[in-house]
């Protein structure tokens, strides 16, 4: 009989830099949805990768002095190496730099332009560089990106269109029609309140104003932008052809099962992709699940705040078992989690040092103190029977949450029945039993639940911790005999011997572990630099630099310069021409409305060919130039002191 098909993916992560933890979370989640369906006997296709193009890598690569393509690979290696150490089964690892990718997404766009569904236009709007989206002002939070919160600027530019308007209503009566589709249901109200029902604006899919993308194969200076290119992978990777010859692997596999995304993102996967795809007359995916952040005590991880976590430093720290146990416990069904070092240690020592590692320790200890690690049944008591009872009605309470991807409920369902065996110790006192004068033949039956109770656990435990279950089916001496195993209580025959007991997870000394972190994170931290000898100088002769607030008015590229601005500011008296070599940190649209530092009588000088009367106030940083701007409050002509 032929396995029933399961297609999950993952968002495919921005080549911007290194993953965090948070970032982390997401390819961990998919990963125990993919081994469980694999439990469950699906044939499961799992995908993952990369998002390499687009104006911040361009912007981060010339920085770093190197080309896109060098950067991104070097990126998207640290990422691969990040999913492999958190020991992920995905099945493809895809680059939207893959030349096969390339290809298909420029036939796509082909495609959708001669069907009418792409147009050329222009686009005028405030634009977020970080985020690579333009927005109306209307959209903004505070003047600010209402995605990620950092300044916009004006720009225009010619565009092509996608016409998200043409296929609005049918997208909201699918959605109404298959209420499964969005998830959870707080984000399927968000994407029909917030943006369906108001109206949706056509969509801008190019971008001339950079070149590192995909270009339009007739009209090369434009380059297919991320709404397309990005959210494409999903079927370009498995063989789709926009001419309809499909690949076997695509017939097989699509429509997805499963697109597992951060709740950022949700507007993109429930409302461009799905309406691409029906532009490309495709099945649109069954399920689209926005799942929540895991966030510091103090906000969402941001290298700017210095509270960034990484997931390989983890590992190192703990393991990869109990990271992965941690960001998977730790964030519920669609609420954000909170992450520390502090509360990561606790939940080491309480439940896997405590509650898992403990159990088992103790039971094959005793195990082999009392019957050589001699496995058989014994005598019988009523007590037995709630133990028994709870784990065969277990791996039905992880099945249900797992259906409904409350991954956190369904290890909770499995640490409940470890918390029913360590009751169980304790209720019928194995020690005292185990006496010379002791009832032997009730110890054999009581260890032998003990061991049932384990073997149970460690095989529900495996799409979350697999090798703690591992682990722990060696110390069993068992094969893991998977969820079919679990449908009776007794499974291990008569005889059976044991394995040698090991710690699982060993309990952490919190004080000596904060002070090892505290001191690694000190080394990590990159050096500051030695300051540089410089010539004091008296207040007198500070005083003759005249230091004014002065507002851009315009700024332009100067001819033949590919690193000069040319503006013209107010400098509250008159209007001053001033050439600055920031054109490879700064768009000329950046500055225009900006209130600056000037030197305001700085000598006049030429450069190429243009007279410079003054010099803007500017930081030499790793990233490049960056201006100091002054709060835009501040009149044209204040003296700076």
């Not at 001419?243 to 099962?257: A, M």
């Not at 990590?524 to 002065?550: C, G, M, T, Y």
Request: contains cysteine.
């Amino acid at each position: 009989m032929e396995k029933q098909k399961y297609y999950i993916t993952t968002a495919i992560a921005y080549t911007s830099g290194k993953p965090h933890i948070g970032n982390t979370y997401e390819i961990v989640l998919a990963d125990s949805v993919a081994r469980y369906k694999r439990m469950q006997g699906y044939d499961v296709y799992f995908q993952t990768g990369t998002d390499e193009h687009g104006e911040k890598i361009q912007q981060k690569a010339e920085a770093a002095g190197i080309t896109p393509q060098q950067y991104v690979d070097n990126v998207a290696g640290q990422i691969k190496n990040i999913w492999d150490i958190m020991n992920t089964t995905y099945d493809r690892f895809v680059r939207t730099t893959d030349k096969a990718h390339e290809e298909k997404i420029q036939k796509i766009f082909n495609k959708l332009y001669n069907q009418g569904d792409i147009y050329k236009g222009s686009y005028e709007g405030m634009y977020c560089t970080p985020c690579e989206s333009f927005f109306t002002e209307s959209q903004l939070v505070d003047g600010k990106c209402p995605d990620c919160g950092r300044d916009v600027h004006k720009a225009k530019e010619e565009a092509y269109f996608f016409k998200l308007s043409k296929y609005a209503d049918r997208l909201e009566k699918y959605i109404n029609e298959h209420p499964d589709f969005i998830q959870p249901p707080a984000r399927k109200n968000e994407m029909i309140n917030n943006f369906i029902k108001p109206g949706l604006s056509d969509l801008c899919v190019t971008r001339s104003s950079f070149n590192w993308g995909i270009p339009v194969t007739f009209d090369p200076k434009h380059v297919v932008y991320v709404w397309i290119d990005a959210l494409s992978n999903y079927i370009t990777n498995i063989g789709y052809d926009p001419d309809g010859n499909h690949s076997d692997e695509y017939k097989k596999y699509w429509p997805c099962d499963l697109h597992l995304i951060g709740k950022d993102i949700v507007r993109f996967h429930t409302i461009y992709w799905p309406i691409l795809l029906m532009a490309l007359g495709e099945p649109l995916p069954k399920q689209v699940f926005g799942h929540p952040w895991l966030i510091m005590s103090d906000g969402k991880m941001s290298k700017s705040k210095g509270n960034v976590i990484y997931a390989d430093d983890l590992v190192e720290l703990f393991g990869v078992d109990a990271v992965r146990y941690f960001v998977l416990h730790e964030i519920p069904f669609a609420n954000d989690g909170i992450i520390s070092y502090e509360l990561i240690i606790e939940r080491i020592n309480s439940e896997l040092a405590n509650i898992l590692g403990n159990l088992v320790n103790r039971t094959i200890t005793m195990s082999r103190k009392y019957f050589d690690g001699k496995v058989s049944r014994g005598k019988a008591a009523d007590i037995d029977r709630e133990l028994s009872y709870l784990a065969l009605k277990t791996p039905g309470l992880v099945q249900e949450h797992m259906d409904n991807m409350h991954i956190a409920d369904a290890i909770d369902d499995i640490f409940a029945l470890l918390r029913r065996a360590n009751k169980y110790i304790d209720e019928t006192e194995p020690w005292i039993l185990g006496r010379e004068d002791g009832d032997h033949e009730r110890l054999r039956e009581v260890l032998y639940n003990l061991i049932e109770a384990i073997r149970f656990a460690a095989v529900l435990l495996k799409p979350f911790m697999p090798d703690t279950s591992k682990a722990i089916h060696d110390q069993l001496n068992i094969d893991d005999g998977g969820l079919c195993s679990l449908k009776e209580f007794g499974f291990i025959k008569d005889g059976h011997m044991l394995g040698e007991n090991k710690i699982l997870f060993a309990r952490i000394d919190t004080p000596k572990m904060l002070k090892e972190i505290e001191e690694r994170n000190a080394a990590k931290a990159p050096a500051k630099p030695e300051k540089p000898k410089e010539e004091q100088i008296k207040i007198d002769d500070f005083a003759k630099i005249s230091l004014r607030a002065a507002k851009v008015l315009s700024c332009e590229p100067l001819k033949n310069s590919d690193k000069l601005l040319i503006l013209q500011v107010d400098n509250g008296f008159e209007t001053k021409q001033v050439l600055s070599g920031i054109a490879q940190s700064y768009k000329p649209e950046e500055l225009v409305g900006k209130t600056v530092a000037l030197v305001d009588n700085l000598a006049p000088a030429k450069l190429r060919g243009e007279t410079s009367e003054g010099m803007l106030l500017a930081a030499d940083t790793e990233s490049g130039v960056k201006v100091l701007f002054l709060d835009d409050e501040i009149p044209a002509g204040s003296k700076i002191r």
